[in-house]
T-cell receptor, first 117, second 116 residues
């Protein structure tokens, strides 16, 4: 079945530092890829997405590029803020008929990001 | 507008109680989902409704009973829960369950459930 592997956290950065959270995946076919963010005590918010190879998703200064050759979708931000402190989940949607991952969103384990002033 | 609403925000129940969680969306989405999330873990899929019909049940115990009365509403009926069922229950919806580009799931804020 499909799987997503995220870099282990927690990640602690100072404000204005550069952020990278690595995400690699295993999937059959051509999945859609997502980054979700979960702020303390809240549900998940869609941060960005990409539906085909070489697509770049971007939102709120965050970016991620769908790299089929390396099966990766790393999240980056040039200058983090304290308000970016949250848990970040990489996810893929498996839509190839058959197999146990059909029609499901598969999440990575999540990366806790803490940004200090 | 990509809002999914859930009520209640918090729920405390005993093991013999019956309660229900409610989820609502008015975006015209045709797929709705229930997830369970334990602290510091990713959400785990429980049920998927596609065009108001149950399409995926991830072998969830029968003490959880989903219901989709119409295309905007999704309920989760709870009965005889165990303390280990305490978690954040998240509802999500997507425009379509499978079509590329329409499968993006939008999540509600969740109901935090405590079973005593």
């Amino acid at each position: 079945g499909n799987s997503v592997t995220q870099m282990e956290g927690p990640v602690t950065l100072s404000e204005e530092a550069f952020l990278t959270i690595n995400c690699t995946y295993t999937a059959t076919g051509y999945p859609s890829l997502f980054w979700y963010v979960q702020y303390p005590g809240e549900g998940l918010q869609l941060l960005l997405k990409a539906t085909k190879a070489d697509d770049k998703g971007s939102n709120k200064g965050f970016e991620a590029t769908y790299r089929k050759e390396t099966t990766s979708f790393h999240l980056e931000k040039g200058s983090v803020q304290v308000s970016d402190s949250a848990v970040y989940f990489c996810a893929l949607f498996g839509a190839n008929a058959g197999g146990t991952s059909y029609g499901k969103l598969t999440f990575g384990q999540g990366t806790i990001l803490t940004v200090h002033p | 507008d990509t809002e999914v609403t859930q009520t209640p925000k918090h729920l405390v129940m005993g093991m013999t109680n019956k309660k229900s969680l409610k989820c609502e969306q008015h975006m015209g989405h045709r797929a709705m989902y229930w997830y369970k999330q334990k602290a510091k873990k990713p959400p785990e899929l429980m049920f998927v409704y596609s065009y108001e019909k149950l399409s995926i049940n991830e072998s969830v115990p029968s003490r959880f009973s989903p219901e989709c009365p119409n295309s905007s509403l999704l309920n989760l009926h709870l009965h005889a829960l165990q303390p280990e069922d305490s978690a954040l229950y998240l509802c999500a919806s997507s425009p379509h369950p499978l079509d590329r580009g329409l499968e993006t799931q939008y999540f509600g804020p969740g109901t935090r459930l405590l079973v005593l």
